[in-house]
Nanobody, 124 residues
Framework: QVQLVESGGGSVQAGGSLRLSCVASGGAFSDYGMAWFRQSPGKEREFVSSISWGGSYTFYADSVKGRFTITRDKGIRTLYLHMDRIESEDTGVYYC?????????????????WGQGTQVTVSS
């Protein structure tokens, strides 16, 4: 079983940048496809980005394509989300997720393991 801990959230002005991190413990890091989801008040949790087990394949929601980059570092068992040109609509709690069976699903129910989330607040 894998445990996920996110960090890096905070307050940022629109147009700025932020890097989220998710450290995984337990299990073999390369065995899991990983993803970022986010949730804003009153909205359902939505897919942001995902990455394959070895990092060769990445996927993005249309709303973040060209602005966000997902990467993973096997050596330190860490998943990243590099957020550039941040917009007010990016405000929300960002969750790291992992699953052995998928890396390209956009459905939150397809991911078995979740972190506790990190808050990102964008001011204009």
């Amino acid at each position: 079983q894998v445990q996920l801990v996110e960090s890096g959230g905070g307050s940022v002005q629109a147009g700025g940048s932020l890097r989220l991190s998710c450290v995984a413990s337990g299990g073999a890091f390369s065995d899991y496809g990983m993803a970022w989801f986010r949730q804003s008040p009153g909205k359902e949790r939505e897919f942001v980005s995902s990455i394959s087990w070895g990092g060769s394949y990445t996927f993005y929601a249309d709303s973040v394509k060209g602005r966000f980059t997902i990467t993973r570092d096997k050596g330190i068992r860490t998943l990243y989300l590099h957020m550039d040109r941040i917009e007010s609509e990016d405000t929300g709690v960002y969750y790291c997720a992992a699953d052995r069976e998928t890396y390209d699903s956009t459905r939150s129910t397809d991911y078995e393991y979740w972190g506790q989330g990190t808050q990102v607040t964008v001011s204009s």
